[in-house]
């Protein structure tokens, strides 16, 4: 995964982080959290790790996020913990997550993600994940066949 830093020079110093927004329940409620230090040059790897488990959890419930691999390692050490519902006590489910750059400052900028080609079809796999095969007629597999194809060319989902 390559990263660029938006209106910055690439010569500066500096570090990621990520930002994410959690939903409760049915919307009831949002909540918000951030994990910085990843440093530029040097962590990049750890930060795409991170970000790999973050589309994994875009389409889980609140039931399956823990048995994500690589979900203990960033979310059940230490003091960060995945935030939890406050009525019913159950992990809130991924809404949001963008990469951010802090300066030495500590002024942020927005971040552009360039994403392998492997990373952009694990994502849109991931979309597919909870299709039963009865659900999967010929249209379905048309439209999924094009976004391979888009992906392949170079596109997003």
């Not at 049915?26 to 970000?51: C, P, V």
């Not at 993600?113 to 994940?129: D, F, P, Q, V, Y």
């Amino acid at each position: 995964m390559k990263f660029s830093v938006l209106g910055l020079e690439e010569k500066q110093t500096g570090s990621f982080g990520v930002a994410i927004e959690v939903m409760y329940g049915d919307a009831d409620g949002y909540g918000k959290m951030e994990i910085r230090g990843f440093k530029k040059g040097k962590d990049e790897g750890e930060l795409s790790e991170l970000l790999r488990l973050l589309d994994d959890l875009q389409y889980a419930d609140c039931y399956e996020i823990s048995s994500k691999p690589g979900f203990d390692k960033w979310f059940n050490q230490g003091a960060r913990k995945w935030l939890t519902d406050p009525t019913n006590h159950e992990y809130a489910v991924l809404d949001s997550f963008e990469v951010l750059y802090y300066d030495e400052n500590d002024v942020c900028y927005k971040v552009d993600t360039e994403r392998e080609l492997e990373e952009r079809l694990h994502s849109m796999l991931n979309e597919w994940a909870g299709t039963k095969p009865e659900e999967m007629t010929a249209e379905y597999g048309h439209v999924l066949l094009e976004q391979i194809r888009d992906i392949a060319a170079g596109g997003e989902i």
